[in-house]
C-alpha cells in the first residue's frame, strides 16, 4: 500500500484526556444460558394474535375488515399432518381497502427429493 505521507505514525498519536479506556474483561463474557431456560415453555401468543383470516370457514357474508393488531404479520395455517399444502397468510391496509395475500406451497416429505 502506498502511504503518501511515511512520517506519519497515527497509532501512537495520543491527547491528554482523550485516552481511550481499557474495556472490562466482564463485557466480553458471554454467559451460557442455563438449563431452566432451555425447558421452560415459550411466552404464550397474545389473544388478540389467534384471530387470523387465515383457517376461517368460507362464509357467504362479506369478511368483516381485520383488526389492526392482526395487519403486517406473517401467518402459517394451522392444521394436522399429513398435509400436502402449507399455506401462508398476510394482511396489509392500503389506504383504505385490506389486502390479503395468501401463498400456498407444496410441502416436501422427507425422504423425497423429487417433490
Not at 512520517?7 to 474495556?23: I, K, L, M, R, Y
Not at 458471554?30 to 421452560?40: G, H, K, L
Not at 398435509?83 to 416436501?108: C, D, E, M, N, W
Amino acid at each position: 500500500m502506498n502511504n503518501p505521507h511515511p512520517d506519519d505514525d497515527h497509532e501512537d498519536t495520543t491527547v491528554d484526556g482523550f485516552e481511550v479506556p481499557v474495556s472490562p474483561v466482564s463485557s466480553y463474557n458471554n454467559v451460557y444460558a442455563a438449563t431452566e431456560d432451555e425447558t421452560r415453555d415459550p411466552p404464550a401468543v397474545p389473544p388478540h394474535l389467534q384471530h387470523s383470516l387465515l383457517g376461517n370457514t368460507g362464509s357467504t357474508e362479506l369478511p368483516c375488515a381485520p383488526q389492526s393488531v392482526v395487519l403486517n404479520h406473517l401467518y402459517i395455517e394451522n392444521r394436522d399432518p399429513p398435509r400436502s399444502v402449507v399455506a401462508l397468510g398476510f394482511s396489509h391496509r392500503f389506504r383504505s381497502k385490506y389486502v390479503t395475500v395468501v401463498i400456498y406451497k407444496p410441502v416436501q416429505r422427507r425422504g423425497n427429493a423429487n417433490v
